[in-house]
């Protein structure tokens, strides 16, 4: 069964502290991974998109990683702001060109001055 | 700046009313979607629309329609509204790259409430 695992469900950290979320997936045949970041009321925004030869990609003070062999990836956020806190949702989509995306449910980040 | 937009942020219907929730794209996006997202379920797909007049069920279509009469605009139904349609809607579109780089951008969402 296509699935996307997030852990953790629920995160605090201090600003200024990095934290990194992690992203499970059992997704075939893949195509590529999405972050995207959802503030509380709005539609999700994307942080990065990273195809199968890709393992890192940063936007900013996000930087995702991907492992293809262990269907893998993390989001680190460094240095945090109060502005990020949000959920992080991570997208696994099927074969390109397909309008198949396994989302997962999110990480809800809060982020304390 | 692209955009995605929803008719309403808000929406409070009667359970039995007939609920129109529009969406419009201003980048000629081919494919248009329609998500809900519900606490701990993450977003599920209602309906998809890869062209004009053209439509697919997603995974939970039931009690639920959809219209494309222009590529920009993609129409979500609910014929006769029940209270466990109250969730956020979600509206989304993306083109048909090559590459796997179809991003889909999504719009603000509308939180429906149904009594």
Same mark, same amino acid.
């Given at each position: 069964k296509n699935q996307v695992e997030q852990s953790p469900q629920s995160l605090i950290i201090l600003e200024g502290k990095n934290c990194t979320l992690q992203c499970n997936y059992t997704v075939s045949p893949f195509s590529n991974l999405r972050w995207y970041k959802q503030d509380t009321g709005r539609g999700p925004v994307s942080l990065t998109i990273m195809t199968f030869s890709e393992n890192t990609k940063s936007n900013g003070r996000y930087t995702a990683t991907l492992d293809a062999d262990t269907k893998q990836s993390s989001l680190h956020i460094t240095? #945090?702001? &109060? #502005? @990020? #806190?949000a959920s992080y949702i991570c997208v696994v989509s099927l074969t #390109? %060109?397909?309008?198949k995306y396994i989302f997962g449910t999110g990480t809800r980040l809060k982020v304390l001055a | 700046d692209v955009k995605v937009t929803q008719s309403s942020r808000y929406l409070v219907k009667r359970t039995g009313e007939k609920v129109f929730l529009e969406c419009v794209q201003?980048? @000629?996006?081919e494919n248009m979607f329609w998500y809900r997202q519900d606490p701990g379920l993450g977003l599920r797909l209602i309906y998809f629309s890869y062209d004009v007049k053209m439509k697919e069920k997603g995974d939970i279509p039931e009690g639920y329609s959809v219209s494309r009469e222009k590529k920009e605009r993609f129409s979500l139904i609910l014929e006769s509204a029940s209270t466990n349609q109250t969730s956020m809607y979600l509206c989304a579109s993306s083109s048909q &790259?090559? %590459? %796997?780089?179809?991003e889909q951008f999504f719009g603000p969402g509308t939180r429906l409430t149904v009594l």
């Open positions: 240095a #945090s702001q &109060l #502005s @990020d #806190s #390109s %060109g397909t309008y | 201003d980048m @000629d996006h &790259l090559a %590459g %796997g780089r179809n």
